[in-house]
């Protein structure tokens, strides 16, 4: 006869069954728990984080000690060696997951920063890289969470829409510590701010209409894909400097494909149709990419950068390998990779739950080439 598998322990007998484990043993990993208790590493995450707050446990990386007793006193003052097998059980700094959306475009610099921060401090890093889908950022993080192996994550997700929002919301709750990369995202029903790092790109965008209107532009359009997350707040950057200035607003405003959409071509010629009917004498453009191929496309038709149409590029990341080198904003890549990794260091040495979150912006820089001046 085959016997009813027993049955599932309620939320709070599973947590005391996690403090009668730590009891008995002083010390024990998160991978261990959620073996034998039979549920996932994120339900003995969120339990660890619930124990801690009550004042019941204290956590460590990898899993979790009894608050005040003799392994706490031992991590104290034992052996370095002993420490790093009873702590940490071999792995003495943390495994950090990061997953970006590209890796050839735009965030190898963040990347960069990352693991300059991370290696100063001897953590580890294991990246993956995604498609600007919420799904396919949903299977990269999960496969990096159910594991247990990283003890925090550094992600750039998708967060507006349907899909974007319920990632949000699962990321929230794994359990584990997260630190977004260039996204901001609010959760809860007080709409709480997720801890993040960013590039000021309102500014920036901004800072390239100054540096326009400077020159003697009073008609300066926009042209930004429509793929990008990055465009809601260029556009943003550009209409409020244009409204400051009092600049005139009969101008392109444009979001389209991106050059490698079939329907690009069509698309940029009616741009520059718009300029020439509207005498618009200047663009901000977002990205480099398009930016290079309207130049190509200007010289086509015979109108020249700068002297018909001058041309300020958002990235900077291939805009001085044009022919003319493009004015371009630079926003802070490896800087938003070091502030990034470094919240997420300061948040597992500080696992308090009430912890306020943290939010840092950091402003890009104009580089000024030939196409505005």
């Given amino acids: 006869m085959t016997l009813p598998d027993p049955p599932t322990p309620l939320p709070d007998e599973r947590r005391a069954q996690v403090v009668e484990l730590l009891r008995r043993r002083g010390v024990v990993r998160v991978n261990e728990l959620a073996s034998e208790l039979d549920v996932s590493v994120i339900t003995i995450r969120r339990d660890i984080a619930l124990l801690s707050s009550q004042g019941l446990i204290r956590r460590v990386r990898g899993g979790a000690v009894l608050q005040n007793g003799p392994v ?38 963040v990347i960069r920063g990352v693991r300059e921060a991370a290696a100063a401090s001897g953590a ?24 247990g192996e990283v003890d925090g994550l ?60 400077a020159l003697g532009h009073r008609r300066i359009g926009l042209i930004t894909t429509r793929q990008s997350p990055t465009s809601v707040h260029v556009r943003r950057g550009w209409r409020q400097a244009c409204e400051e200035l009092g600049l005139d607003g009969a ?23 718009a300029c020439v009917s509207s005498r618009t004498t200047a663009l901000l453009v977002h990205s480099d990419p398009e930016a290079i191929s309207l130049v190509e496309r200007c010289r086509e038709r015979g109108i020249r950068v700068p002297g018909d149409l001058a041309l300020v590029t958002y990235d900077d990341e291939v805009a001085d390998l044009c022919d003319p080198p493009l004015t371009a904003v630079r926003p802070p890549k490896a800087a938003i990779g070091r502030a990034a990794f470094g919240m997420l260091a300061g948040r597992l040495a500080d696992p308090d739950p009430e912890r306020p979150a943290h939010r840092v912006i950091i402003e890009p820089r104009l580089i000024v080439r030939f196409s505005s001046s």
């Avoid at 101008?251 to 149709?273: M, N």
């Fill in 72 to 109: 706490a006193e031992t991590l104290g003052h034992g052996e370095p060696e002993e420490i790093a097998v009873i702590a940490d059980a071999g792995q003495p700094q943390p495994t950090i997951g990061m997953v970006v959306p590209s890796l050839d475009y735009y965030w190898p610099d």
């Fill in 124 to 147: 580890k890093i294991v990246l993956r890289g995604a498609t600007y889908q919420a799904a396919d950022e949903r299977r990269q993080l999960a496969r990096l969470v159910e594991t």
């Fill in 154 to 213: 550094l992600v750039a997700p998708t967060t507006t829409g349907d899909d974007g929002e319920e990632l949000v919301r699962w990321l929230q709750g794994t359990g584990v510590p997260v630190v977004l990369i260039e996204r901001a995202a609010e959760v809860g029903d007080y709409r709480e701010a997720m801890e993040s790092v960013v590039s000021d790109h309102v500014f920036g965008a901004a800072m390239a209409v100054r540096h326009l209107a």
């Fill in 251 to 273: 101008v392109p405003d444009v979001d389209t494909v991106d050059q490698r959409d079939p329907g690009w071509p069509k698309a940029l010629d009616d741009v520059l149709d």
